[in-house]
């Protein structure tokens, strides 16, 4: 059985896409696994950009801005943690911004120091 990808259109198998589970009949996703896969790695890039821009976009220890894929969100108070970014990026912009309000942006190396102690 074929289906046509609605995103890059081309006709494939129906096995080169996802099922939804969720919907009648167990159908099929209306993008194919690439072009879905493809759609949540933009959709998680730019969620990260969005909660990198609200916490200003830079190391608040020293600085640093040049690299992205450095920056990280440090909780100031760990008993209030309550979900990484992994789980983090799956929620409303809203959710994300409430756990965010408690964490600050740092780099991955004064994340850290940090962690090791030397910058409190």
Not at 39 to 63: H, S
Request: hydrophobic fraction near 25%; aromatic fraction near 10%.
């Amino acid at each position: 059985m074929k289906k046509e990808c609605i995103k890059c259109n081309l006709v494939k198998d129906k096995s080169c896409f996802y099922k939804r589970p969720d919907r009648k009949n167990n159908k099929e996703h209306s993008y194919c696994k690439k072009c879905f896969n493809d759609y949540c790695q933009e959709r998680w890039k730019n969620k990260r950009l969005k909660a990198l821009e609200y916490k200003g976009g830079k190391c608040v220890d020293c600085g640093y801005n040049e690299c992205i894929a450095a920056l990280e969100f440090h909780h100031l108070n760990p008993k209030q943690k309550e979900f990484t970014w992994q789980k983090m990026r799956l929620k409303s912009q809203k959710i994300i911004n409430k756990e965010l309000d408690k964490c600050i942006l740092v780099c991955a190396n004064c994340h850290r120091k940090r962690h090791y102690g030397d910058i409190i």
